[in-house]
């Protein structure tokens, strides 16, 4: 699979372009520190999918808690795979890359968030800010998280949700958050189509010659090892550089004084 930092690099800087994009009605950002809680959401959920197994980095980002929640997802996944898959489609013991890296995945985590913020308000933004920016603060930790380091970013996601739920209102969170699962979940699975390994996203809606779990992804030439130097040494830093110059530009006439700063003096 791509490792988690650049899982969590390339869904914050999704996030931080959707966020410029997005209309009100559907939960568009509507200041600076909304547009980085969304991004910071995205980056979390695009972590999500690999919850589907206990080797991930997901499992191990909330210690005991986690690692019970990835056992459980991984068994819901293995028995939804036995249910939908195909005649040609064969035997699974576990349930890795099968249901949560799927658009109907994606688009179903982001309407259950949707629906519950509608709901419950308050308590389900904070629940989900704090899954997700724990996730982002994970991934893009790379390593650091390992044994007790799960306790450092429970931590810091506690404090983080409690700051940004008041920055994020309900009305935005009520369609934004779950937009922002969705778009990470997406994401993800589109980080591991240009692997070799590529992804089922299309399962198991779509059959093809008698699969319905059949793996979308780039010809052989193009597609990359995950884990391999490519993605450290150019996907990870790109993706890092452009996340980095995203966030600068979230904020208000921050380009114009940049601009300022380095544009030769007349």
């Known amino acids: 699979?791509?490792?988690?930092?650049?899982?969590?690099?390339s869904g914050a800087a999704v996030g931080l372009v959707v966020a410029e994009l997005l209309p009100l009605d559907w939960g568009g950002p509507t200041s600076t520190a909304e547009t980085l809680t969304f991004a910071g959401v995205c980056a979390?959920?695009?972590?999500?999918?690999?919850?589907?197994?206990?080797?991930?980095?997901?499992?191990?980002?909330?210690?005991?808690?986690?690692?019970?929640?990835?056992q459980g997802v991984d068994a819901i996944s293995v028995a939804f795979y036995r249910i939908t898959k195909g005649k040609k489609d064969g035997k699974r013991r576990?349930?890795?890359?099968?249901?949560?890296?799927?658009a109907l995945f994606a688009a179903g985590l982001g309407a259950g968030v949707s629906a519950l913020v509608v709901q419950f308000g308050k308590p389900a933004i904070i629940i989900t800010l704090f899954f997700c920016l724990g996730l982002a603060?994970?991934?893009?930790?790379?390593?650091?998280?390992?044994?007790?380091?799960?306790?450092?970013?429970?931590?810091l996601a506690l404090v983080l949700s409690?700051?940004?739920?008041?920055?994020?209102?309900?009305?935005?969170?009520?369609?934004?958050?779950?937009?922002?699962?969705?778009?990470g979940c997406a994401t993800h699975c589109l980080g591991d189509a240009i692997t070799k390994e590529g992804v089922p996203f299309l399962a198991p809606l779509i059959p093809l010659g008698g699969k319905r779990w059949w793996e979308q992804r780039l010809p052989s030439f193009l597609s990359i090892r995950a884990g391999g130097n490519l993605e450290k040494v150019?996907?990870?830093?790109?993706?890092?550089?452009?996340?980095?110059?995203?966030?600068v530009g979230a904020f208000d006439g921050a380009s114009e004084a940049i601009y300022a700063v380095f544009s030769p003096t007349p």
Do not use: C, N
């Open 44 to 70: 979390g959920a695009a972590l999500l999918p690999d919850l589907d197994t206990s080797q991930s980095t997901v499992s191990r980002s909330f210690g005991p808690l986690s690692k019970a929640l990835a």
């Open 234 to 247: 150019l996907i990870g830093p790109a993706l890092t550089l452009l996340t980095v110059w995203l966030i």
């Open 162 to 183: 409690a700051v940004t739920w008041q920055q994020y209102p309900s009305e935005a969170g009520s369609t934004g958050l779950g937009v922002a699962v969705a778009l």
């Open 94 to 102: 576990g349930g890795h890359r099968t249901l949560t890296h799927t």
């Open 1 to 9: 699979m791509v490792m988690g930092p650049t899982h969590a690099m």
């Open 137 to 155: 603060i994970r991934g893009l930790a790379g390593d650091f998280a390992k044994d007790k380091g799960w306790l450092v970013v429970s931590a």
